[in-house]
């Protein structure tokens, strides 16, 4: 049993992140994800979070991942 919580759109290579964690799973594992919910349209993304969720993607989330040459994918994607 594996879980992650607001872990993979911080890192550099995501999608490595999640192969890894399917290659330590035994035999009928569950690795359990939960990521922060946002809309794929940026103009759906309102209320008194937005503002909260994209200055926390864009000064942490997405500078993390960059900064190591990752994939930036940010709180907001």
Known sequence: LIF???VIHDS???F???????EHLNP???????E???EDETHAN???????KYGLS???????SLAQG????GTCG
């Not at 009928?28 to 939960?34: A, D, E, F, K, L």
């Not at 309102?46 to 909260?52: C, E, L, N, R």
């Not at 864009?58 to 993390?64: K, R, S």
């Open 58 to 64: 864009m000064h942490y989330c997405m500078t993390t």
């Open 16 to 22: 490595e992140m999640i192969r890894n964690i399917r």
């Open 4 to 6: 992650t919580f607001d």
């Open 28 to 34: 009928g594992g569950v690795y359990v994800m939960q």
């Open 46 to 52: 309102t209320g008194p979070m937005a503002a909260m």
């Open 36 to 38: 922060i919910t946002c």
């Open 70 to 73: 990752g994939a930036g994918l």
């Open 12 to 14: 550099p290579r995501p």
